[in-house]
């Protein structure tokens, strides 16, 4: 499985931008999927999970104003951001937790998508 993460961009604080990541290959396997984030300088952190089976969780930082949703017939992940603040600003990762026919479990991660929040 690979994915591609896309959609990241440039807005003020107070816009909108919706992230995208597609996934390929054998999409079968894959369970939980999320976006993690990485401001420059820090440690790359978690923003949402959904779980295969539709839960989500969200980091405090981001609740309320992000929404992360899948199309797992389709192989995608979506994060909605609503309400963007300068702290956003970051390289905004997706990821894929696998869990193949023989019993296997593996994590991949897409290439990242640049957000910038300007205040």
């Known amino acids: 499985v690979q994915l591609q993460a896309y959609g990241g961009g440039s807005v003020q604080a107070g816009g909108s931008l919706r992230l995208s990541c597609l996934a390929s290959g054998d999409i079968s396997d894959i369970e939980h999927m999320g976006w993690y984030r990485q401001p420059p300088g820090k440690d790359r952190a978690l923003v949402a999970l959904?779980?295969?089976?539709?839960?989500?969780h969200y980091a405090d930082s981001v609740k309320g104003r992000f929404a992360v949703s899948r199309d797992n017939g389709k192989g995608r992940l979506y994060l909605q951001m609503n309400s963007l603040k300068p702290e956003d600003t970051a390289v905004y990762y997706c990821?894929?937790?696998?869990?193949?026919?023989?019993?296997?479990?593996?994590?991949?991660w897409g290439q990242g998508t640049q957000v910038t929040v300007s205040s």
């Open positions: 959904i779980y295969n089976y539709g839960v989500t």
């Open positions: 990821n894929a937790d696998l869990f193949g026919g023989d019993g296997s479990v593996s994590t991949v």
